[in-house]
T-cell receptor, first 113, second 112 residues
């Protein structure tokens, strides 16, 4: 089991560029989440999904879009990157209810110039 | 406003010593409280999950306690090891939501 994997590990973007972060899990989890982690702040939920084909907004969704076309994949898109989106992005997954353990990926470090 | 506050911000201890990390929260009602360990450059790893009805939960040398009346939790680390050097994050799940509220963490450094 690879667990939760994230691609890429690190990326530098120029303001206005777009990109997609890929999260994949091989644990057959229903729930998947995207978080961002900034210095001095706790992780904040961007978007989440409770099953294939479903997505919902979290705490800080502006500037991001997501898709869950396949159960094992959760994509996070930045349509027009801004310096404020410089952060470390973590994907997580969990089984099928909110009491279950969340398993986190290794993170993607994004720098927007 | 739902908040999770942790103390201390950072802590340095000698290998073999015990330590206790604190978490105070204002989330109400809450579903469960979690402690995570996050090594530098890695994703958080779950240590314990407690519902409001549980007072204590152990995972090896890690023991978490919860006082739902005072809205406080602690994580006690026994016989610390160098590999315990990491950030420890307290997370509270608001009841009826998918909103996990993360504390900013306590950065622990264990010295030989």
């Amino acid at each position: 089991n690879a667990g939760v994997t994230q691609t890429p590990k690190f990326r530098v973007l120029k303001t206005g560029q777009s990109m997609t972060l890929l999260c994949a899990q091989d644990m057959n989890h229903e729930y998947m989440y995207w978080y961002r982690q900034d210095p001095g702040m706790g992780l904040r939920l961007i978007h989440y999904s409770v099953g294939e084909g479903t997505t919902a907004k979290g705490e800080v969704p502006d500037g991001y879009n997501v898709s869950r076309l396949k159960k094992q994949n959760f994509l996070l898109g930045l349509e027009s990157a801004a310096p404020s989106q410089t952060s470390v992005y973590f994907c997580a997954s969990s089984y099928n209810n909110r009491q279950e353990t969340q398993y986190f990926g290794p993170g993607t470090r994004l720098l927007v110039l | 406003k739902n908040q999770v506050e942790q103390s201390p911000q950072s802590l340095i201890i000698l290998e073999g010593k015990n330590c206790t990390l604190q978490c105070n929260y204002t989330v109400s009602p809450f579903s469960n409280l979690r402690w995570y360990k996050q090594d530098t450059g890695r994703g958080p790893v779950s240590l314990t999950i407690m519902t409001f009805s549980e007072n204590t939960k152990s995972n090896g040398r890690y023991t978490a306690t919860l006082d739902a009346d005072t809205k406080q939790s602690s994580l006690h680390i026994t016989a610390s090891q160098l590999s315990d050097s990491a950030s420890y994050i307290c997370v509270v799940l608001a009841s009826g939501t998918y909103k996990y509220i993360f504390g900013t963490g306590t950065r622990l450094k264990v010295l030989a």
